[in-house]
């Protein structure tokens, strides 16, 4: 029991330091075939949003656009949050959970 404490407490420690990482890491998304750009950290802070001038004349066009962009690029960070949170779950053994704890 208290081994599994320990690899919990290690586990926790683990999750900061990757939600650290988390935020230095950006993933990107594009809607318009370029015409809107959004880039978000790991943890769904908005870094950079860039817009093709074109795309300011229409704005229903550049609400759909941003609304695409926006989506694809929070799916993208939550991908990437969830194979970090895995690696790690996937080094944590505790007896009665196979394979780990998660």
Excluded: H
Excluded at 23 to 44: C, F, M, N, P
């Amino acid at each position: 029991m208290q081994k599994a404490l320990q690899q919990l407490g290690k586990m926790q420690a683990r999750m900061e330091k990757i939600q650290e990482e988390l935020a230095e890491k950006t993933v990107t998304a594009t809607a318009g075939g370029g015409a809107v750009v959004v880039e978000i950290s790991g943890t769904l802070e908005v870094k950079k949003v860039t817009l093709d001038p074109e795309t300011l004349e229409d704005r229903e066009m550049l609400e759909d656009l941003l609304q695409a962009a926006f989506n694809e690029a929070i799916r993208k960070a939550q991908e990437l949050s969830a194979q970090e949170m895995a690696k790690a779950a996937g080094d944590l053994k505790i007896p009665g959970f196979p394979g780990g704890l998660f």
